[in-house]
């Protein structure tokens, strides 16, 4: 596609259910990046996957997250049992460098509400 | 990564240049200037990036100082549609997982 998919846009769950998040990265992209973005906040880096390496895990907050990126293409982050901390918009980008210095494309994000 | 501060908000006039500045007098020699947007409701943008040199696309120039300790993206005949948070980051390039926006500036472009 033209952009990086993400979905859902929204994602409202109730505490202690597990969440799945989406991403499509651009066509062509090796490098993908999992960000989440809490109210007023900065990014916060959490998963980076580079073609066939292992990703970098160092972000993720707790062990009830983990992302898997199937065929180098599509990823998949996943929180299990979920908390109200959690809630935050969570974002994915991807970038043709691997090291994303010519700058990523980003997704228009999961809006994540846990209740 | 060094840090950077921007002013929290502008307002430009619809057609005039908008200049927003970015301090980063920490900067060290390997890290490289950023800029992105985030429009409400979507994710952040890239726009530009440099080392030392002013750059130039469709989007923006950014010019930077000599001694690299700030720099200025120019967006030379603001629309409506680019008001949006503008962030200022810097960075070594391959270091992805500090990829920390802060608070940018608000630029707000008034008919």
Not at chain 1, 49 to 68: H, T, V, Y
Not at chain 2, 17 to 29: D, E, K, Q, R, V
Request: aromatic fraction near 10%; proline fraction near 4%; glycine fraction near 10%.
């Amino acid at each position: 596609g033209a952009g990086v998919s993400q979905s859902p846009s929204n994602k409202v769950t109730e505490k202690g259910k597990d969440v799945e998040l989406r991403c499509d990265p651009i066509s062509g992209h090796t490098a993908l990046y999992w960000y989440r973005q809490s109210l007023g906040q900065g990014l916060e880096f959490l998963i980076y996957f580079q073609g066939n390496s292992a990703p970098d895990k160092s972000g993720l907050p707790s062990d009830r997250f983990s992302a898997e990126r199937t065929g180098g293409s599509v990823s998949t982050l996943t929180i299990q049992r979920t908390q109200q901390e959690d809630s935050a918009v969570y974002l994915c980008a991807s970038s043709l460098e691997w090291d994303g210095s010519g700058g990523y494309t980003f997704g228009s994000g999961t809006r994540l509400t846990v209740v | 990564d060094a840090k950077t501060t921007q002013p929290p908000s502008m307002d430009c006039a619809e057609g005039r240049a908008a200049n927003l500045p970015c301090n980063h007098s920490t900067i060290s020699g390997n890290e490289y200037v950023y800029w992105y947007r985030q429009i409400h409701s979507q994710g952040p943008q890239y726009i530009i990036h440099g080392l030392k040199n002013n750059e130039t696309n469709e989007m923006a120039s950014l010019i930077i100082t000599e001694d690299r300790k700030s720099s200025t993206l120019i967006l030379p005949h603001a629309t409506l549609r680019d008001t949006a948070v503008y962030y200022c980051i810097v960075r070594v390039a391959y270091n992805f997982n500090k990829f920390y926006f802060g608070s940018g500036t608000k630029l707000n472009v008034k008919p």
